[in-house]
């Protein structure tokens, strides 16, 4: 069967190696990482968050590069586009320490940007032999401009270190469904959640206005990329955590059964 899993936080601020207890418990499949150290009252460092996951039994599906500063990957300014290019760089090489091959990555994160350029190209120039020397794929995300994608992908044509993160919510709010039309022979990640089409709320499929059957479906049921869901709990409606997972398992097994 297809595997299925979450993001490894969802809302709820309790000891990670707990909340993974819980992820498996609920019947999930693995988890995406955030490639950061989780602090708090009980702090667990990124490596050792793999490890926890794993003797679990949770597969890691993908990471996500920690950086914040994702407007630098395309910026003209050489050494402001270096310091997030730097963190994308030793991030391939940690994951792949950690035997996870999948990187998401970000290309923009707001729309009054200028259109794609040489800087970008120059960017994921940069970034491909770090990939393929690691064996890393480098997903990129839709968030607010399908352009950045278009560019890449149309630069690159065929590079196999350059895959397709398609986060739902994101389309639902930029109107971008058509990326997945026309790119999920290209999916190597996914984002699924929902939204009420004027925040990005996370919420679980079927919960919001996207019409799944209609634009995702089509596509997203001829491929065997893992069916990550990007969540937060809304915890008014969800004050008990194993009830909110069970939850995320059920709107999983609808996911990989077409239903809407």
Known sequence: MRPAGISGWYGYFNDYAERVGKIKEAGLDGIMLWWEDEGGATPHGRREMVRLARETGLEIFNAHVA????????????????????????TICEI??????????????????PAPGLSLLKSIEYL???????????SLENTWRADYLECVWDAFPGVKELGFCFDSSHANL??????????????TALHLSDNDGRE????????????????V??????TDVPLTMELIAPRKHYPKEAIFLREAKLRADKIRRGEG
């Open 96 to 113: 792949a320490e950690e035997e996870i091959f999948n990187l998401v990555i970000h290309l923009c994160e707001s729309e009054d940007i």
């Open 67 to 90: 950086g914040t500063h994702e407007n630098m990957i395309w910026c003209d300014d050489r050494g402001l586009r270096e310091k997030h290019l730097f963190v994308i760089r030793d």
């Open 217 to 222: 479906f089509p596509y997203l049921l001829k």
């Open 200 to 215: 990005d709320r996370h919420w679980l499929p079927f919960d919001g206005e996207i019409d799944f059957e209609e634009k």
């Open 128 to 138: 491909l032999p770090f990939a393929e020397a690691n064996r890393v794929t480098l």
């Open 174 to 187: 930029r109107g971008h469904f058509e990326l997945l039309r026309d790119h999920f022979q290209d999916l």
